[in-house]
């Protein structure tokens, strides 16, 4: 029966049997504002593959978010409300005996209207309910919790582990011993840890340290009492950043102490930042006229009176430089063309390689690696005083560029016909020597290019239509270096989402700014 509800698939191989599982049976308790809901699960034996359908969550990561910032960072106002939708969420899911395990920007989700949705539960660990729900009530608003704490100081067996497990960045201290020595740790508390990072990210737009461990410079400076927070942040952030940032596990709050803390119960942490979101959004539109002003992002509080984002302060400069744009696109081209290759053999030989390493975290018992990022890893700033100093701005940042770029895969209202938009991305395929198979569906409105290595010499094969069998066996042979879709809008615009299928992230990201740059003409001259 069709409803006409727009959904979210997750396809799940074999190889990542276990993690599915654990991932559909920790949902199907948590029912919960905060939480990515599961709508339906389907196996499909003749495929091979199982199928996650979950709400949609069109809004995309909230790393997009913070590196897609003109300052790089969240406004504190608005990293107040996504941190506390976050600690509600989790102060839930414990009382429910399920410890996330690898709570980080990429794992949080955005809903059309800019709510958060914790995903991604594949490592997750689920023990016997502290707190029955009889005895427990939890609401979005204000998460009150009855019948004893959710999350006692007193750890029982269940929620122990001694697994090096999650992602390394924030990754609680006591995780990141076990590399060495598994010792046991409250997985509850390292979530805990791994929340405070998110939001020291969140508000400073980089780490602290690259990993929890004395020999880390940042992390020492943090056991040695000598760290320092950036010196803009006020004294109630901070403090929630200390309760969190415990070296110590035993002397961290849980999340339900932590909704007690006066910065999580300010008239802020509780209301959606609508308008500073639909700005951010608008940040990225293909068309120039949607573009936020210096005046709406100081509004928001996403820039400080004073500052101005890097468009603004290039805008002088950008009419002369457009002229010469014509003439110098065939030597950009030819240049780009030189290094691509290179970085799509290496997309496609790294792609084995982060498939073992993602499948190897979905043991049965529990032994896990490190998993593999989604995403770039965003800078390390250690305990800058200032947001305005030069190791912090966004301009002398690269990982902030890398990440703008992601942020940007939603490029649309682009003011040409499809079948121009889809000759013009041909075209800069075959500059760069790829291969692409193109499928057009009947009137022309969708396209789908299918990019793959070629050797040496650009092809683009037109109007081909592959079988489910053929598609399926150019996917599993790891051939594909990205997807370009090309789909038809309203009023007569069009947007490019290209896609990565596997492999290497730094490699796809450096092929998608290349082909951003040869197609920048489609989009007024935009990058």
């Not at 490190?370 to 305990?383: A, H, I, N």
Request: glycine share 6%; with cysteine.
């Amino acid at each position: 029966m069709s409803t006409g509800q727009l959904v979210a698939v997750k396809v799940c191989g074999s190889n990542r049997l276990a993690q599915t599982k654990r991932e559909v049976d920790i949902l199907s308790v948590l029912k919960h504002p905060s939480i990515l809901g599961l709508i339906a699960c389907s196996i499909s034996v003749e495929l091979d593959m199982t199928f996650l359908v979950f709400e949609l969550c069109s809004g995309g990561e909230l790393f997009n978010k913070i590196v897609q910032s003109p300052s790089g960072h969240f406004p504190e106002h608005v990293a107040q409300y996504y941190f506390r939708s976050l600690v509600d969420g989790v102060a839930f899911m414990h009382s429910k005996g399920v410890a996330h395990r690898d709570i980080k920007p990429e794992n949080l989700l955005l809903t059309g209207i800019h709510e958060l949705r914790i995903s991604d539960f594949g490592l997750s660990r689920m023990s016997v309910p502290e707190v029955s729900s009889e005895d427990t009530t939890s609401t979005h608003n204000n998460a009150t919790h009855k019948g004893g704490d959710a999350s006692p100081k007193n750890d029982s067996l269940e929620d122990m582990a001694n697994s090096f497990c999650g992602s390394l960045n924030y990754m609680a201290p006591e995780v990141c011993q076990c590399v060495w020595i598994p010792a046991p740790y409250s997985t509850k508390r390292s979530d805990i840890w791994s929340a405070g990072m998110l939001l020291y990210v969140m508000l400073v737009g980089g780490i602290p340290w690259k990993r929890a461990l004395p020999a880390d410079p940042g992390y020492s400076k943090l056991i040695n009492g000598t760290f320092s927070f950036p010196s803009n942040l006020s004294q109630g952030a901070i403090e929630v950043l200390k309760a969190c940032l415990q070296p110590d596990a035993s002397k961290r709050l849980t999340a339900v102490e932590l909704l007690e803390l006066p910065w999580l119960n300010s008239s802020q942490a509780t209301t959606l930042p609508t308008k500073e979101m639909d700005v951010l959004a608008r940040s990225v539109s293909g068309d120039r006229s949607e573009w936020p002003s210096n005046a709406e992002y100081v509004d928001c509080g996403w820039l400080q009176e004073g500052e101005s984002t890097s468009t603004e302060a290039s805008s002088s400069s950008s009419t002369s430089s457009s002229t010469s744009s014509s003439t110098s696109s065939s030597t950009s081209a030819t240049s780009a063309a030189t290094t691509t290759q290179s970085s799509a053999e290496m997309l496609t030989t790294s792609s084995s390689s982060s498939s073992s390493s993602s499948s190897s975290s979905a043991t049965e018992d529990d032994t896990v690696s490190e998993r593999p990022s989604k995403r770039p890893r965003l800078g390390v700033s250690l305990g800058v005083s200032s947001q305005n100093s030069p190791e912090n701005s966004p301009e002398e940042r690269p990982e902030l560029h890398v990440g703008r770029a992601i942020a940007a895969l939603g490029w649309h209202a682009i003011p040409h016909k499809t079948t121009s938009v889809r000759d013009a991305v041909k075209a800069a395929l075959a500059s760069l020597n790829l291969q692409a198979l193109v499928q057009d569906n009947e009137d022309n409105s969708q396209v789908e290019i299918l990019v793959t290595k070629s050797n040496g010499v650009g092809v683009v094969s037109e109007n081909t239509t592959l079988t489910k069998a053929e598609r399926r066996e150019l996917f599993q042979k790891r051939e594909l270096v990205c997807i370009v879709r090309v789909l038809e809008g309203e009023g007569g615009t069009n947007t490019i989402h290209i896609s990565r299928p596997g492999g290497d992230m730094f490699a796809f990201h450096n092929l998608y700014k290349k082909l951003r740059t040869l197609l920048g003409e489609m989009n007024s001259g935009a990058r």
